[in-house]
């Protein structure tokens, strides 16, 4: 089994800054890929940016240059930092990642979700 524990959620007003921190741990011979979707009221899960096993990035368009994501790979946790946030980027944010375990086999996790809600 592997757990995804996610931080650093909160409320913020429009133009500020919030960093998200996902650690993983557990039975983890691999993680394939990790990042960001988000899901608002009403909406659908999507992603907001990701690390693939190749170490590229995805962003969603909406939030390029906006927001970067990086990672600690020695301690399997991945970082997003959102700047310029916007009424928009109101949110839970759940940390994803696809992991290949000791009997190598790759499943998805997902944590439990973090509150992102930019207001004034």
């Known amino acids: 089994q592997v757990q995804l524990v996610e931080s650093g959620g909160g409320l913020v007003q429009p133009g500020g800054s919030l960093r998200l921190a996902c650690a993983a741990s557990?039975?983890?011979?691999?993680?394939?890929?990790m990042g960001w979707f988000r899901q608002a009221p009403g909406q659908q899960r999507e992603l907001v940016a990701t690390?693939?096993?190749?170490?590229?990035?995805n962003y969603a368009d909406s939030v390029k240059g906006r927001f970067t994501i990086y990672r600690d790979n020695a301690e399997n946790t991945v970082y997003l930092q959102m700047n310029s946030l916007k009424a928009g980027d109101t949110a839970v944010y759940y940390c994803?990642?696809?992991?290949?375990?000791?009997?190598?086999?790759?499943?998805?996790?997902w944590g439990q979700g973090t509150q992102v809600t930019v207001s004034s």
């Open positions: 994803h990642a696809l992991v290949l375990d000791y009997k190598l086999i790759s499943r998805d996790y």
């Open positions: 557990g039975s983890i011979f691999r993680i394939n890929a």
């Open positions: 690390f693939t096993r190749a170490g590229s990035t």
